[in-house]
């Protein structure tokens, strides 16, 4: 599927607004200045989407955070980081050094509220401006390589998939992070049908 460009653009002011408010909550929680970037967005199916993390990302296990939503449209939505980026990010927030054997008992709890705060923001921001009510599941965590986090199943094959990478910039800190939005079969049709009327 090909986004016409007033789509893509849509869909990327949708996703920066929700950066936009998650970096705003997230600067609240710390002392620290967190920017995100505004993230590209690319539309991949799912060999697509795994493919490239492997590429971009390496084949080591990836940290991940992973909400449900349904509603006007349903699918899950993750943010996704390399391990050595979700260290670092849980250890700016909590304070711990890198060497400290609190960090990993940290790492969940501190991740799943950083993800909840983001795809809330994303998602928050879908919903609101386009006027379509979504319920979210609880958020969960797992540390994984890209084929468990990322399973691809042939039931998958007319899957659409929005890629949006963004960068935690924190203090000079580089730690990357991708936004990953899964639609089920239909529900990305409807969201364009709604930015449709939106743009």
């Known amino acids: ?3 016409t460009t007033d789509q893509s653009d849509a869909l990327q002011e949708l996703i920066n607004i929700g950066v936009g408010q998650a970096a705003g909550m997230l600067n609240e929680m710390i002392e620290f200045r967190i920017h995100l970037q505004i993230p590209e967005i690319e539309l991949l199916s799912p060999l697509e989407l795994q493919n490239q993390l492997k590429y971009r990302l390496g084949v080591d296990p990836l940290a991940a955070v992973q909400l449900g939503f349904s509603g006007s449209f349903a699918g899950s939505a993750q943010l ?22 609190d960090l990993n008992s940290l790492k969940i709890s501190t991740l799943s509220e950083v993800g909840n705060i983001v795809i809330n923001g994303v998602m928050g921001s879908i919903s609101n401006v386009l006027n379509q009510p979504l319920d979210y599941e609880v958020p969960t965590y797992a540390e994984e390589e890209i084929e468990s986090l990322l399973p691809v199943e042939k039931s998958q094959d007319d899957a659409t998939v929005l890629l949006a990478r963004t960068r935690f910039n924190i203090e000079e800190l580089q730690v990357q992070g991708d936004i990953v939005l899964f639609f089920d079969v239909g529900s990305f049709k409807v969201l364009l049908e709604a930015i449709s009327s939106f743009v």
């Open 80 to 101: 996704i980081f390399p391990t050595d980026s979700a260290a670092t990010l849980v250890s700016v927030l909590t304070g711990e050094t890198m060497e400290s054997p």
């Open 1 to 3: 599927m090909q986004l």
